[in-house]
């Protein structure tokens, strides 16, 4: 992989956030779709770039004076850093009159349509390196939430 500068992986995030897919993109700088999202999660943590809001912009204002329990799933998953980005997006998009009584975020199925783009990148002779990863947890994520999740989701709620 080819080593940009700081400066150069800002420019990177930023023009692959505009566009729709961003594998392909990703690609064409030489660099896996991991490592874009990777420096994404940087750049937002030390406020370098604002992060895009994951959270319901309509529903603001429909949820007045009610208790609220947060569940959610993500498919790229396994990282509490990105479940708590995600919930607190979500929680910033709550009236404030609510009261949010508990939360939970596992991992969740992600359409077929993402493992075909994978497996389409995989042909490609410069796919990233860490392709086989990337179909490994899209086939991961296939059966969640499962059990162990609502298990644990439940010990939550109880």
């Given at each position: 992989m080819k080593e940009y500068t700081s400066n150069q992986r800002k420019k990177i995030v930023i023009k692959i956030n505009k566009v729709k897919n961003k594998e392909v993109l990703a690609l064409k700088y030489k660099i896996s779709i991991r490592t874009y999202y990777y420096w994404?999660?940087?750049?937002?943590t030390y406020s370098i770039i604002k992060p895009k809001s994951t959270a319901p912009k309509t529903n603001k204002?429909?949820?007045?004076?009610?208790?609220?329990f947060l569940f959610g799933t993500a498919g790229f998953g396994g990282s509490?850093?990105?479940?708590?980005?995600?919930?607190?997006?979500?929680?910033?998009?709550?009236?404030?009159?609510?009261?949010?009584?508990?939360?939970?975020?596992c991992q969740g199925k992600m359409p077929q349509s993402v493992r075909e783009r994978y497996v389409k990148m995989k042909e490609n002779p410069?796919?990233?390196?860490?392709?086989?990863?990337?179909?490994?947890?899209?086939?991961?994520?296939?059966?969640?939430?499962?059990?162990?999740?609502l298990e644990r989701l439940k010990n939550i709620i109880i």
């Open positions: 994404k999660s940087q750049l937002e204002n429909k949820l007045k004076n009610k208790k609220i509490d850093a990105y479940f708590q980005r995600i919930l607190g997006n979500v929680k910033s998009a709550i009236d404030s009159s609510n009261t949010i009584v508990g939360e939970y975020m410069e796919h990233p390196d860490n392709i086989d990863a990337l179909i490994e947890n899209f086939d991961k994520a296939l059966s969640h939430p499962d059990s162990d999740d």
